[in-house]
């Protein structure tokens, strides 16, 4: 199931000009607010139809406007779930569901495992909410339910567009989850917009970096993610690695032991059994760098490695790249400590990370992220 | 009740109950299809339509009659041919006093329903197609629904205004009783004769009755829709 999505249109004053894949999995479009995301998952759904472009979805042409081919939103089977989940007031949430359900294709499951009614409530944990009116519910529960009403529809693929943007952290730990869960257990390609790094972090297999209406990075989400040369796009602040791992034993002074190619590491304790299989990002700015191994040290993790390159910055800044067991890290230093230590690509290095500065947000509990 | 009001002003309110009946309920699918057409889409010639459809709010209600019996009389440009194809003939019938009703009803049950279908958000129609709904399953499933107390008020309203139609209803089809001689148009007639006082009086309680019940029970059903709908 892939993707292909190349499309220009000229607004007043802004031009939208963005050609990239989206292969299985999740593939986030990331960027700030006004870089052309919502527009790009618009045309792909048939929201909105661009000046020039072709979009095609596993072989299906949805758009070709050489040949002046448009298929109409409801003929693409692509479920949207909206920023504002636009659930339809004069219903029940079990009549929204159901709304899904009435136009999705009838007969045996064409793609993945069955995404009948009852499995969908209890995946999305919404059955205690079935006879209820959605002017009555949080914004979780309503974003939930619309996820479920899009995923009854049976899609080809599920159009996200910054679907926890308006609810609070607590609602956002609260579907994060669920999302994780729609990724690996029932195999639905998705597009999903968004501005918040922690996220696309957590959900993304697949980054495409918008900027002003262009695309300026698009590859697997660990590749994009720690690419110093898309750090200044990303944020600084937000620039880090991905790391997958597993949890190898909770140690009975309530650290979680997590093995990884790069080598051990220990976290405060994790929700997770051993064996789960995890993704953790870990951040640039978290990250100490030494020359030898530091002895009567503070700090658990120590990781050896070898710098790939480094990237001095414009301001005080140089963003590090290394190779820990075949596993990237990014580390953000000064400029005045890359010079002091002599760092230079191909060093032997240790990484310091301090246990307790791997967010539980930056912990996803799904599969590593190289899928 | 049937001595209350003699046998001819019986006739006169059934009369008038049956035109404003068929007037909203004939008019009705063509209101809610202009009001959405008014609302929605981007046409050539949309003011001239809008312009139209109000007219009859603004002219002098004789005006509309004459120009109804113009159009629809029997030598009329349309009358003469519905008279010759169809047989159907409306001047100086009650058919053509539901006509009149209608026409000069039609801006108020349009405005009303204008203002609902605007109020409904276009959002909400658009997930709804991404559901896999087309065009007319979502007018049918989202924005009728939604739209409801707006097309409730506006046929009551429609109704409402049909019942007291009197201008261009008398000029369009006269005043024959039994035949054309509506509520508004017996309280004229009676008013026209010495001592008639009284008849007229009934009538116009029977007039106010009805007024207030179309405007309590409209109150009601939309109030239960609007909760219906609210969503909560």
């Known amino acids: 199931m892939t993707v292909q999505i190349a499309l220009t249109h000229r607004f007043g004053g802004f031009a939208l000009d963005v050609a990239f894949d989206a292969p299985p999995g999740v593939t986030a479009l990331f960027g700030r607010s006004g870089s052309g995301k919502t527009t790009t998952i618009n045309a792909v759904a048939g929201l909105f139809r661009p000046d020039q472009g072709r979009i095609t979805l596993d072989g299906v042409t949805l758009l070709d406007s050489q040949r002046g081919l448009c298929l109409p939103p409801h003929r693409r089977r692509i479920g949207y779930v909206f920023q504002d989940a636009r659930l339809f007031p004069h219903m029940t949430?079990?009549?929204?569901?159901?709304?899904?359900?009435?136009?999705?294709?009838?007969?045996?499951?064409?793609?993945?495992?069955?995404?009948?009614?009852d499995r969908i409530v209890d995946l999305l944990g919404i059955g205690a909410l079935l006879e209820r009116r959605p002017g009555g519910l949080s914004g979780g529960e309503k974003q939930r339910v619309a996820i479920g009403r899009a995923l009854l529809s049976r899609p080809r693929l599920l159009a996200l567009d910054e679907p926890l943007a308006a609810l609070d952290d607590a609602r956002k730990a609260e579907i994060l989850p669920y999302l994780e869960r729609l990724r690996d257990e029932l195999h639905l390609p998705m597009l999903y917009v968004s501005h918040a790094m922690a996220e696309v972090a957590r959900l993304a297999t697949t980054v495409v970096v918008l900027e002003a209406g262009r695309v300026v990075a698009a590859g697997p989400a660990a590749d994009v993610l720690s690419d110093p040369a898309a750090a200044p796009t990303l944020g600084l602040r937000e620039a880090g690695a991905l790391l997958g791992v597993?949890?190898?034993?909770?140690?009975?002074?309530g650290l979680t032991r997590l093995d990884s190619a790069a080598g051990p590491l220990w976290l405060p304790q994790l929700d997770a059994p051993p064996g789960t299989?995890?993704?953790?990002?870990?951040?640039?700015?978290?990250?100490?760098?030494?020359?030898?191994?530091?002895?009567?040290?503070?700090?658990?993790?120590?990781?050896?490695?070898?710098?790939?390159?480094?990237?001095?910055?414009?301001?005080?800044?140089?963003l590090i790249r290394l190779d820990a067991g075949g596993e990237t890290i990014l580390a953000r230093i000064t400029r005045r400590s890359a010079q002091t230590l002599g760092l230079v690509a191909g060093q032997n290095v240790f990484a310091i990370l301090k246990a307790l500065s791997v967010a539980q947000q930056n912990v996803g509990a799904t599969r590593a992220p190289r899928a | 009740m049937t001595d209350w009001l003699t046998p001819d002003e019986w006739r006169a309110?059934?009369?008038?109950?049956?035109?404003?009946?068929?007037?909203?309920?004939l008019s009705l699918p063509l209101g809610i299809l202009v009001a959405y057409a008014l609302a929605r889409w981007q046409f050539w010639g949309k003011q001239l339509?809008?312009?139209?459809?109000h007219?009859?709010?603004i002219l002098p209600p004789v005006v509309t009659g004459y120009l109804l019996l113009l159009t629809f009389g029997r030598r009329g440009t349309v009358g003469q041919y519905l008279d010759q194809w169809f047989g159907i003939v409306l001047a100086f019938r009650w058919t053509g006093a539901a006509l009149a009703a209608a026409v000069m009803a039609f801006p108020l049950m349009v405005r009303a329903i204008r203002l609902a279908i605007e109020a409904v958000d276009p959002k909400l129609e658009q997930a709804a197609a991404t559901l896999g709904a087309s065009r007319p399953w979502v007018f049918a499933t989202v924005t009728l629904p939604l739209i409801l107390p707006g097309i409730i008020a506006g046929a009551i309203l429609a109704f409402a205004k049909a019942m007291g139609e009197f201008g261009a209803t008398i000029t369009f089809v006269s005043n024959i009783p039994g035949q054309t001689q509506t509520l508004p148009s017996a309280i004229y007639a009676v008013l026209q004769v010495p001592g008639g006082e009284a008849t007229a009086a009934r009538l116009v309680w029977v007039a106010i009755g009805v007024a207030m019940a179309a405007l309590v029970l409209s109150e009601w059903v939309a109030r239960g829709v609007a909760r219906r709908i609210a969503g909560t």
Do not use: C, M
């Open chain 1, 93 to 117: 949430v079990r009549q929204n569901l159901a709304y899904g359900q009435w136009f999705a294709p009838k007969g045996p499951e064409v793609g993945g495992p069955g995404v009948g009614l």
């Open chain 2, 13 to 25: 309110v059934a009369l008038s109950l049956r035109v404003s009946l068929w007037a909203t309920a």
């Open chain 1, 277 to 318: 299989a995890l993704r953790i990002r870990i951040l640039a700015q978290d990250v100490i760098l030494a020359t030898e191994r530091p002895q009567h040290l503070s700090a658990l993790n120590v990781l050896p490695a070898v710098i790939r390159d480094i990237r001095l910055g414009d301001g005080p800044g140089a």
């Open chain 1, 246 to 253: 597993r949890v190898a034993a909770h140690d009975a002074d």
């Open chain 2, 49 to 53: 339509l809008n312009g139209l459809v």
């Open chain 2, 55 to 57: 007219l009859p709010l």
